[in-house]
Each structure stands twice: as structure tokens, then as C-alpha cells.
């Protein structure tokens, strides 16, 4: 960011300070005092379980020359500027749009149930290769995050790529009318976040108020095979791109193959048919790509770009990440989780090649926030991975999880290839032992589980020895 004078901050939160400190010149805007650089801003946040107007000592250590805050403590250093506002979150947004209407490059705005980390890093793949611009790191995506995104970036950067959650009515809205994108996209609508958000419904008209903010002249790139979030965002009066797999959309992916090296398919637009790969796993990949292929042709690039930068792009951690070590293969899918991605991991693993002794293991776990849904999905997903996958184990984490067990038995599964774990610590000193030579192993639960942990110790024991 260009260096702001904290006058101009002042207004831009509507808070109050002292005259001597409209002279600063803010050059970092910082919410962690582990992470403090020098002339930041120090904004102190308070959540459930911590309250940073208490770090106002280490912030002023650290690097800080002016804090915004709603309150003063006592333990605050009596030569720090504090900028005094009602709410520091409200003012942490406001600043952001501030910031965000000195950007000369296009924002990019990327929603929807599924997909949007992984969608945001094909988007980055493609455009790094002949624009300067960033994108936010890790799933920067709520009131906090999309403003952390939003101030770093040079203000003559060519573009910045932001992603946009949810988990309750309106978070949606209020973040793109912060961040007013002159690019959307909306990947897909899937069962996510149903306790603040009701139903599949309640969540298209949440993911569909992404236009909110939007730039009227911009556009608006949707997964087109969803009719009903299509209705939802008509009343955008910009540009409209549809993606998808049914062959109305604008831009179509077809025969779609799947395979350890990533996913080849048939893209086929308003120009021409080309074979498109992309070094990420999953059938949903495709999906993903053409909306990245659609964000990149209204920045101008050409198709022979665009297909040559996907084919070298790279996902984040822990989204179907393949890794093999000693015999076996690790497809990392430990992130999050909800009842659409569940099956999408449960999918590719099956669609993998296995060696002649190996298995196709699926290490599943909780899936969390679908409120009064959560024994429907996750019975959903038992009788899905025993009725349509060809998995010769499944081992299931959790409480929730419980209930995958047990419709997976029920819907014909083997009692011997299906096992339960009720937490993390006991699935990461068992799982590990029962892992042979040749095994194929997907990893996928919701984040909070820390499904990881298991993925950890099954690295560490099949780096020093592996059970044959």
C-alpha cells in the first residue's frame, strides 16, 4: 500500500484522535501483534476469546505508530495515537473500501459453495504470467480477512483477487459492497453453513448477493448448470458469463479425464475447441479452470496464454494434494468439508489408479456446521460410499462421522472394511499401522476436526518404517 497519512484514516473510519496524530504516515495496516511491521496500524480487534485493545503495548513494540480502538485500557502506552471509533470491525471495513476505490487494477471477487481457494489460485495462475497483481493468501475470506487482502497491494497493481464466505445471511452482501469487485464469480451452490444459513435455498440467495457490490459495468461469471442461482442474479444488469458442464453454457468443459497427473478436458467456447490440462486432481477441476479461463479473457489474455498457464498451475495445501511416501499414496483433502466435496473426494479417490496389492482407503470425518441437516448429510455420504465407489476400506473420525459408519453398513458395506474412530488422537495412533504398500488414502473432513493430524502421523510413520 502507498503510505497514508492517519488524517485521511480518521475520516475514512469516522473515529476521533488527537491533531499530533493526523501527522503519521501509516505504510502496513496489521491485526496481529506477532506479525507487526514498522509504521503500521495496529487494529484491535475483539472476538469470543480474546481481546487485542490489551496487546496495545506489544503493537506499539512491535512497530506500531497509531491503533484504532473502541475503548482505551489502562495498560495503553500514554504516548500511542488511538483512533476512536464505535466498532473497530465496522471501521476495519470501512478503511478497506477506502483503500480498495484507489486500486487502478480490476478486483476480482470469487464466491460459491465449493471451489473458491482452489478457483482463486487457477485465477492467479493465469494472470501472474503476463499482469502484476496478488490475491489473498490462505482463506482470507470474512470481515477480517477480505480487508487483511485488500490493504497490502500496490495501488497500481493490474488486478487483485479476493475471496468472499459466508456463514450467516448478509456477511456475503456486506463484504462485496466493501470490496466492489469489478469481476465476480460464483463456482457453485452446494449445502454449506446450514446453521445460519437454513437450507440449500437460503444459501443460493446468500452466495447470489455477491452482485451486491459489484460494478454495474463489470461482470459476472456463473456456474450456469444451477437455473435457480442463475435466476437469483438476473437482475445484474453487466456482462454475464455462464460456465459449466451442460452444453448451453458459454464456456463448456467435456470429456473430462481424471488421473494422478491432474485433469484433461475439452473446452469448448465462443472461439474454438482446445484440449485443456490442469496438474489438480478432481473432476471438479475443470469446472473451476473454465472459470478462471472466463476471468482471464476479459483481462485480455489469449486462449494460448491461458491454456499454457494452467497447465503449470498449482492448488493450496490440503485440497486433494497428492503426495506419495514409501509405497503409499496420500491425496490430502483435510481442509473443510461439506456434503458436495465429500462426494467429489470420495470420487476421485475411486477414479485413481491403484497397484495390483494395493486399496483405495477413504479416512473420512465430520462435517460440520449443517445444523438440523447434520444426520442427513452425513448418512448421505455412508450410503454414497457404499453404493456408488469401489472403496475397499472406509474409516470414519468422529462424532458425526459415526453416522457415516453406520449407513455405509446399512446400505451393504462390509462390516470389516469399515471402521470408527470417535476423535483424532485415537484414529493417529491406530490409522498409521494399518496402512500397507500400494494403498491409495483420501483424508477430508471439516477444518475444525484436524484431520490432519492423522495425515501427520501417518507421514512420520511411513517415513522411518512402512508395515508391509
Not at 79 to 85: G, K, Y
Not at 359 to 368: S, Y
Request: aromatic fraction near 4%.
Amino acid at each position: 500500500m502507498n503510505p497514508l497519512p492517519v488524517r485521511e484514516i480518521i475520516q475514512a473510519v469516522a473515529g476521533t484522535a488527537s491533531d499530533a496524530a493526523g501527522d503519521l504516515l501509516i505504510r502496513a495496516i496489521c491485526t496481529d501483534t506477532r506479525a507487526m511491521k514498522r509504521d503500521s496500524l495496529f487494529i484491535a480487534i475483539k472476538g469470543d476469546n480474546f481481546d487485542a485493545h490489551e496487546k496495545l503495548v506489544e503493537a506499539r513494540k512491535g512497530g506500531a505508530v497509531a491503533a484504532v480502538v473502541e475503548r482505551v485500557p489502562d495498560s495503553a502506552p500514554l504516548d500511542f495515537p488511538l483512533i476512536r471509533v464505535k466498532d473497530t470491525r465496522r471501521a476495519m471495513g470501512a478503511l478497506a473500501t477506502h483503500i480498495r476505490k484507489h486500486l487502478a487494477g480490476k478486483v476480482i471477487a470469487v464466491g460459491g459453495s465449493n471451489g473458491k481457494t482452489s478457483t482463486k489460485y487457477l485465477i492467479q495462475s493465469v494472470l501472474e504470467l503476463r499482469l502484476v497483481g496478488s490475491f489473498s493468501p490462505k482463506s482470507f475470506n470474512n470481515d477480517i480477512g477480505v480487508p487483511l487482502a485488500i490493504f497490502p497491494p500496490d495501488p497500481s497493481d493490474d488486478y487483485l483477487i479476493l475471496e468472499i464466505g459466508t456463514n450467516h445471511p448478509g456477511e456475503i452482501a456486506a463484504l462485496s459492497r466493501m470490496s466492489l469487485p469489478d469481476i465476480a464469480v460464483i463456482t457453485c451452490i452446494a449445502a454449506e453453513h446450514l446453521e445460519g444459513l437454513g437450507d440449500i435455498d437460503g444459501v443460493r440467495r446468500e452466495e447470489a448477493d455477491l452482485i451486491a457490490g459489484l460494478n454495474p459495468k463489470g461482470t459476472l461469471i456463473v456456474n450456469g448448470d444451477d437455473d435457480k442461482i442463475l435466476h437469483l442474479v438476473s437482475s445484474f444488469p453487466g456482462k454475464t458469463i455462464t460456465f459449466g458442464l451442460a452444453p448451453d453454457n458459454d464456456l463448456v468443459a467435456s470429456d473430462i479425464e481424471c488421473t494422478e497427473a491432474g485433469v484433461r478436458f475439452r473446452f469448448t467456447g465462443d472461439r474454438d475447441e482446445r484440449d485443456v490440462f490442469v496438474p489438480m486432481l478432481g473432476k471438479h477441476v475443470a469446472c473451476n479452470a473454465l472459470a478462471a479461463i472466463a476471468v482471464a479473457r476479459e483481462m485480455n489474455l489469449s486462449d494460448d496464454d491461458i491454456i499454457a498457464a494452467l497447465a503449470q498451475a498449482h492448488g493450496p495445501d490440503m485440497r486433494l494434494q497428492l503426495e506419495k511416501i514409501n509405497g503409499l499414496t496420500l491425496l490430502n483433502d483435510a481442509y473443510n468439508a461439506n456434503p458436495a466435496s465429500m462426494k467429489a473426494a470420495l470420487e476421485t479417490v475411486c477414479a485413481l489408479p491403484i497397484s495390483r496389492r494395493g486399496r483405495r482407503i477413504a479416512i473420512v470425518g465430520d462435517m460440520r456446521e449443517l445444523g438440523a441437516h447434520t444426520e442427513r448429510y452425513h448418512r448421505e455420504a455412508g450410503e454414497f460410499a457404499a453404493s456408488q465407489t469401489n472403496l475397499d476400506v472406509l474409516i470414519c473420525v468422529g462424532p458425526n462421522a459415526r453416522l457415516i459408519a453406520e449407513a455405509a453398513r446399512a446400505a451393504g458395506m462390509p462390516a470389516t472394511s469399515i471402521r470408527q474412530y470417535d476423535d483424532i488422537a485415537s484414529a493417529a495412533r491406530s490409522v498409521p499401522q494399518t496402512l500397507k504398500k500400494g494403498d491409495l488414502v483420501l483424508f477430508k473432513a471439516s477444518r475444525s476436526l484436524q484431520l490432519e493430524t492423522v495425515v501427520k502421523a501417518v507421514q512420520e510413520k511411513k517415513a522411518s518404517k512402512l508395515a508391509s
